[in-house]
């Protein structure tokens, strides 16, 4: 009987033990984590307030102001094998709201100052430690409306999806340094979207479509149409490093080059932040960001002296309050 008794405990604690999941094991670094996934995430929130005030008998000039501005920055990454999925997100988004008073009333005068929505999804598998090949997609738009100040009549000339730029494309990336990659997107399919009648209106310039006809267009989309379809080239330059303990540097060269349905010159979009922690929570940050693109301002627009410059540039400082989680 006992004999039996024990057969059966024996048998009882062997099924349970093989019926136990097996635990997974400490995974003390990276290579050890990508026999079973590993995930890094990175969270930054800042936001900044700024303002004046002047009496009404102030007599050095200037003008009652509010100013606000606000960044949220994601980026995850999922290593697993050879490959890794990294998800870029980038909200940024300021105003100034002026208050002057014009005979003895206070008009609103609001301007946006920094508008960007930014995603940037890709799937990177190693050739070699310095070699990958890619697969993605990247969108480039804005929040809120924008308008043509020197106008007096302030005509609305950009606005949520309008436009709004979405590229997918393959190809390979280098790691030339552990803070620098370079990309080349060998089959890059990139779509312009005017999805706002009164930008297009606002914004639309004479030209000839490909039959030949003469007709009007708005950030090189036809009119009509909401939508602008290309075939060509990407290329892609991508900094980000600690050069002090509390001083961050990231930059983001990206040129298109496209090939169909028409050969145009290469567009190019230059994003450069620079980030000083001051303490925890106190940080100052200097942003610039060029734009180089023929269908927004045209080499014939310079030459007869509407804008000075085929490059678009826009540049700003701020201080304010910031968290990283």
């Known amino acids: 009987m006992k004999k039996l008794v024990l057969f059966v405990f024996s048998n009882l604690v062997a099924a349970s033990l093989f019926s136990q999941k097996p635990e997974k094991p400490i995974l003390k670094n990276i290579e050890d984590s990508l026999k079973y996934g590993y995930w890094t ?14 009496s009404q008998s102030w007599q050095g000039g200037g003008v009652n102001n509010l100013g606000m501005g606000a960044v949220f920055n994601n980026k995850a990454q999922y290593f697993r094998g050879k490959g890794v999925f990294t998800n870029d997100l980038q909200l940024q988004l300021g105003f100034l709201n002026n208050l002057p008073k014009v005979n003895g009333k206070v008009e609103r005068e609001f301007r946006k100052n920094l508008d960007r929505l930014f995603l940037d999804a890709k799937y990177a598998r190693k050739i070699n430690p310095k070699l990958n090949w890619y697969a993605g997609l990247n969108l480039l738009s804005q929040f809120i409306r924008g308008n043509d100040y020197a106008n007096t009549s302030k005509p609305v000339i950009s606005n949520l999806f309008a436009p709004a730029f979405l590229s997918e ?27 706002n009648d009164e930008v297009f209106e606002n914004t639309k310039k004479a030209g000839k479509n490909k039959a030949g006809k003469d007709t009007f267009f708005s950030y090189g989309v036809e009119k009509g149409k909401k939508m602008l379809f290309e075939a060509g080239f990407q290329g892609v330059a991508a900094y980000d490093k600690n050069i002090t303990k509390n001083l961050n540097i990231k930059g983001r060269w990206q040129s298109f080059y496209a090939y169909a349905p028409v050969s145009k010159a290469v567009d190019h979009n230059v994003n450069l932040i620079a980030t000083a922690k001051l303490n925890k929570y106190v940080n100052v940050n200097f942003g610039l960001i060029g734009i180089f693109d023929r269908d927004q301002v045209s080499k014939a627009e310079v030459d007869a002296n509407k804008f000075n410059s085929t490059w678009q540039l826009n540049g700003g400082a701020n201080l304010g309050f910031g968290i990283q989680l």
Request: charge should be positive.
């Open 169 to 195: 494309g393959l190809g390979l990336e280098y790691k030339a340094t552990p803070h620098l990659m370079l990309s080349f997107g060998g089959a890059t399919l990139r779509q312009t979207f005017v999805l």
């Open 41 to 54: 995430k990175g969270t930054q929130l800042g936001a900044n307030l700024s303002g004046s005030a002047f």
